[in-house]
């Protein structure tokens, strides 16, 4: 196959649909058709629907790349990562017009946040082993230091939302500890993946250090976590998928971390500024409610539900459907007409259960896949849409009299992931902080991001921390190498 026929042309940018292995473009025998949400009768390309062949050539490659990339020096390392962060730098407009197409995220917000974080994942880890001092330390007439060793082929999975952003904040921590990497993006929308092979090829990476393997979950996905030559698996996606990678980790011994769903919190307080926490509020339709840290559940103060409620009315009737590439917009759709059908299954099973539903609960056009932003009030606590991720444009109101009664329903689902606390007093926000169970909390904010800081889920939100120097031991294998002092010279 030569070179045109393994790319294809979306709006005047080259992406190839297929899988990069050993620094080559791999074609698979089948293929799978991806649509842009933002008209679901657009084929943006055929894509690899790779099988357990193409799983273990792909290893194979990780298992050749991981020695000559392991063997690099840590300046040289740290070279080839700025080159890529550089490379992805000056490839915004191009990735942010694939992944709109692909996914429908909005252009501005890729354009102007959400791409240009990779290129930041892979200076912040850059950055990172290049400042690392091994801890070392004197006792008990020895001398004793932590080393890190690279651990070896690394298999990285990744959703449909934010894939580009979210593969590099786990590729970027990979690469940087010295492990080669495979990665499998989610076959809803694959094609910025195969944009960062790209620029990881010219970027100077060894072959192999970096591939792309393009399929379905339940086929390569499973393949490339159950081969025993890989020795991490970097996981985000949902809890049920989790179960099943968790299994194949646990036959093969391997180190496992898994980014969750959530179902946060956003905590409203009568002390608070009420205006801020409802605009925030509204914000969280954005994204057509693809977002796994999102403050799904409002929990606000019943003295204070009736100014919230007009305000966050108020902010959410400012909000504009249409078109993701389109600067006015600022409600894209679904991701997938399967996906909002099981939006509408939660809103329908709710209202069937007596839940009631305040504004929304219906698509824009029924021919397409916008859906109104939905305001719940559940029947109990025990509700379905209290109790289970949406991932659509859904929240729930619930009311509360104390701030007991404010953490008990924050605590009250079997996620962790993030919380979200509107509150104007000190010593409330580090209580309330303290006690809500997740893994990030928020004051008076929403994702404000620091690289460093650990990241993952309580519950059934996840397992492991990801983040800062958590990825880096993560993907290392730590020794303790200790010498008896007085015996050497
Ligand atoms: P998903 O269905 O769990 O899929 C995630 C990835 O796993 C996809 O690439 C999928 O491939 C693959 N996969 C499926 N079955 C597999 C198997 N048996 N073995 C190996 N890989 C397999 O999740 P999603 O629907 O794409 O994403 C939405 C979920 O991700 C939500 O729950 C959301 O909250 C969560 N999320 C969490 C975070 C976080 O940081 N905590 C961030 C973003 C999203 P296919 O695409 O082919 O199915
Ligand atoms: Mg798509």
Redesign the pocket.
Known sequence: MNKAELTTNIDGISVSPHNFINGRRVASKDCFEVRSPLDWTRKLAEVSRSDEAIAHDAVSAAVEGFKHWSSFSTSRRVEVLYRLADLIDANVAKISTIECLDMAMLHESLRLRVIPRGALNFRAYADLVAEHTERSWHSKGTANRVIRDAAGPAVV??????PFM?ATWKVAPALAAGNSVIL?????APLSASMLADFINEAGFPEGAFNVVQG???EV??S??ADPRVRRIS????P??AQ??GVAAARNIVPFTA????KGPLIVFADADIDGAAKKAAAQFEDSGQV?LAGTRLLVERAVKQEFMDRFSSYTDQHVFGDSREPATTLSPAIHPIHLERVEGFVERARQAGDKIIFGGARYDPEKLWYKPTLIEPKSNQSEVVQK?I?GPVLTLQTFDSEEQAVELANSTAYG?SGIVYTSSSARASRIGRAVRAGTVWVNSFLIRDLSAPFG?YGI??IGREGGDYSLDFHSDLKTLQILEDSVS
């Open positions: 999975i990744t959703p449909w939302n934010a979210l499998k993006p989610a076959e809803w379905l979950g339940s996905g499973a490339l976590v996981f985000t996606g949902s049920a998928t099943h990678i980014e969750l769903g959530g796994c991720e991932f992931l889920g939100s996840g």
